[in-house]
């Protein structure tokens, strides 16, 4: 049971980076964490997904430290879901939907409140089984 509640957890994860991916392509405007990793990726030429597997690693690595009781396998399958996470963004943005161009500026708008929308649905059920 509880292998499911992991499995489950993390797909869910990965689809809140898919509509990551897609607030991201609509270009009109991001989170504060995520216009940070573009911001580092576009100064860099690192791709933001690998920005953002970083940066939550350093928070995770931070974690880690502060934590008294550290369960070592869920910091595991927390750093193995990190670099899953930054590689779906990558997937997404530059490969799958590298050719997609948002022609106007009210389908922006329409792509980034879906991948509001999907990015929202894939966090609050990934932390609903309270492993990531």
């Known amino acids: ?39 580092i990726s576009e100064l860099t ?36 879901s990190l670099v899953c996470f930054g590689s779906v963004i990558n997937l997404f943005l530059y490969h799958l939907l590298f050719k997609v161009q948002v022609g106007s500026y009210f389908l922006s708008i329409i792509v980034f409140i879906v991948g509001t929308i999907i990015a929202g649905y894939g966090t609050g059920r990934s932390l609903y089984y309270g492993i990531l």
């Open 45 to 80: 030429k690192i791709e933001v997904g690998t920005i953002t597997t970083l940066v939550n690693l350093l928070f995770l690595i931070a974690c880690f430290f502060i934590e008294k009781n550290k369960k070592i396998p869920e910091y595991l399958f927390m750093i193995v």
């Open 1 to 39: 049971m509880k292998s499911k509640k992991y499995l489950l957890s993390f797909l869910y994860y990965m689809v809140a980076a898919f509509g990551i991916s897609l607030t991201i392509k609509a270009a009109v405007g991001v989170s504060s964490f995520n216009s940070m990793n573009v911001a």
